[in-house]
């Protein structure tokens, strides 16, 4: 059972915006920086955002990061069939002194 | 052109060892921490293990005195020593670089555990 909590599933539409949330507490998410991470089917996992909401250098500006209080939230703007992959968020957790994973969303594009 | 390549992956036996390895380029090195972060097949994320710039070491729970992470900044090189390898650590291992702003910025391509009689 992973310590962030993500929704298991999320889908749209070519050209919709698609929101996935992770949620954890005061050890993790709440004191400390959120990252969030793409993964292709069959690849490595690739940054898309760290630091709650910074994206790297060629990440496309539809994905975009936020975070308040214990929750975090990455946005998909203007969906393309490209962006079907699971999504990672991450974060350090003083408590466990370590780094904790989401349980991972599937994202479908329909 | 920043690169990642693990090695010492394979088939072991429950209750065995393996070595992995990771061999950082197109970087200096020694400046940046490094984490080995794993993915059971058809599983989510997992951290695994981390050493800082200045060799301050973090372990998960659920390794912790059974790995241990290393480097050689004159070789470029990670490592992650794995003993004691039961059926859930089988997995592919990546190794990560992060940067000062803790991205996590580049990965390996992971290399593949099996544990296995």
């Known amino acids: 059972q992973s310590v962030l909590t993500q929704p298991p599933s999320a889908s749209g539409t070519p050209g919709q915006r698609v929101t996935i949330s992770c949620s954890g507490n005061?050890?993790?998410?709440?004191?400390?920086?959120v990252k969030w991470f793409q993964q292709l089917p069959g690849k490595a996992p690739k940054l898309l955002i760290y630091?709650?909401?910074q994206r790297p250098s060629g990440v496309p500006g539809r994905f975009s990061g936020s975070k308040s209080g214990t929750s975090a939230s990455l946005a998909i703007s203007g969906l393309q069939s490209e962006d079907e992959a699971d999504y990672y968020c991450?974060?350090?957790?003083?408590?466990?002194?370590?780094?904790?994973f989401g349980s991972g969303t599937k994202v479908t594009v329909l | 052109e920043v690169q990642l390549l693990e090695s010492g992956g394979g088939l072991v036996q429950p209750g065995g060892s393996l070595r992995l390895s990771c061999a950082g380029t197109?970087?200096?090195?020694?400046?940046?921490?490094m984490n080995w972060v794993r993915q059971a097949p058809g599983k989510g994320l997992e951290w695994v293990s981390g050493?800082?710039?200045?060799?301050?070491?973090y372990y998960a729970e659920s390794v912790k005195g059974r790995y241990t992470i290393s480097r050689d900044n004159s070789k470029n090189m990670l490592y992650l020593q794995m003993n004691g390898l039961r059926a859930e650590d089988m997995a592919r291992y990546y190794c990560?670089?992060?940067?000062?702003?803790?991205?996590?910025?580049?990965w390996g391509q992971g290399t593949l555990v099996t544990v296995s009689s």
């Open positions: 630091s709650n909401y």
């Open positions: 050493i800082s710039a200045g060799g301050d070491i």
């Open positions: 005061s050890s993790n998410i709440g004191n400390n920086d």
């Open positions: 990560v670089r992060k940067d000062p702003n803790s991205a996590w910025d580049y």
């Open positions: 991450a974060a350090w957790d003083g408590s466990l002194n370590g780094h904790v």
């Open positions: 197109g970087f200096t090195f020694s400046n940046y921490a």
